[in-house]
């Protein structure tokens, strides 16, 4: 009796779209559907410039990570692109599209293990005095390095605060995280913004949250409760 033949590569240039919705459905975070769309988006246009075939094989991932990573890439973003088309892979084996995922055995590649040095003491306390005046700008300023080094937020999660993300009663604040529920923080001495918020153009007393809720295009008094190594 013959052998039956493999069937051929599935080509899997139209497919993103509906995996991206399908990932939407799943109420996946912004965040998420970025890295993965931007993962399987750039996996296609290396492929297209290339001249080789829209498949995913482990030949063609490797091949696509090494471009990557011989590209200038570092080592973390490979990965994570690396990623996105293995997810893919393994959403096109549940849909039926192929019938074993050809990407499960697939190594990312190894991360390079980074120390970031640490601001001294000294060194913190010339960043918050390089805010000292008079500005409303200069209290925002204060009020996100203060928070920043007592919280450990990042750049992404300071820039994403709303009014409602601060709690005063509680002195804490809702830190926004990968998924539906943001979790809170409230570390040792905790930064704390005034109530007093008020709109840039001018306006009522809290009228600013029912016109542009992000945190820092406000004019809002800061309040920092300490102690704080340089206070």
């Known amino acids: 009796m013959p052998r039956r033949s493999p069937p ?5 240039s139209t497919l993103p779209d509906s995996w991206l919705l399908h990932l939407r459905a799943e109420r996946k975070s912004p965040a998420t ?5 931007d993962g399987v988006r750039r996996s296609l246009a290396w492929a297209d410039t290339e001249g080789v075939p829209a498949v995913l ?8 990570t090494t471009a990557l990573l011989d590209g200038g890439a570092e080592p973390s973003p490979a990965r994570s692109r690396q990623l996105a088309i293995r997810r893919f ?9 192929q019938e074993t995922d050809v990407l499960l055995m697939l ?14 003491s000294d060194e ?3 960043l918050v005095k390089a805010c000292t005046g008079r500005e409303l700008r200069d209290g ?3 009020a996100i390095v203060r928070l920043m080094t007592e919280t450990g ?10 009014t409602p993300d601060v709690d005063l009663s509680r002195g804490r604040r809702d830190q926004p995280r990968k998924g539906a529920t943001p979790r809170a923080a409230c570390r040792g001495r905790v930064v704390v913004l005034s109530g007093v918020i008020w709109p840039s153009t001018g306006g009522g007393r809290g009228s600013c949250a029912r016109v542009a809720p992000w945190l820092w295009w406000c004019r809002a008094p800061v309040a920092c409760i300490g102690p704080f190594p340089w206070s």
Do not use: C, Q
Request: glycine share 6%; net charge negative; proline share 11%.
């Open 107 to 120: 190594e990312p590649p190894k991360l390079d293990t980074k120390v970031t040095p640490s601001l001294t």
């Open 140 to 142: 925002r300023d204060e």
């Open 8 to 12: 051929p590569p599935l080509d899997v």
């Open 33 to 37: 559907l970025k890295a993965y769309g």
């Open 153 to 162: 937020m990042r750049a992404r999660e300071i820039v994403s605060l709303t």
């Open 89 to 97: 892979s393994a959403w096109l084996t549940d849909e039926g599209e």
């Open 57 to 64: 094989d482990r030949p063609t991932g490797n091949a696509f």
């Open 124 to 126: 913190l306390e010339a």
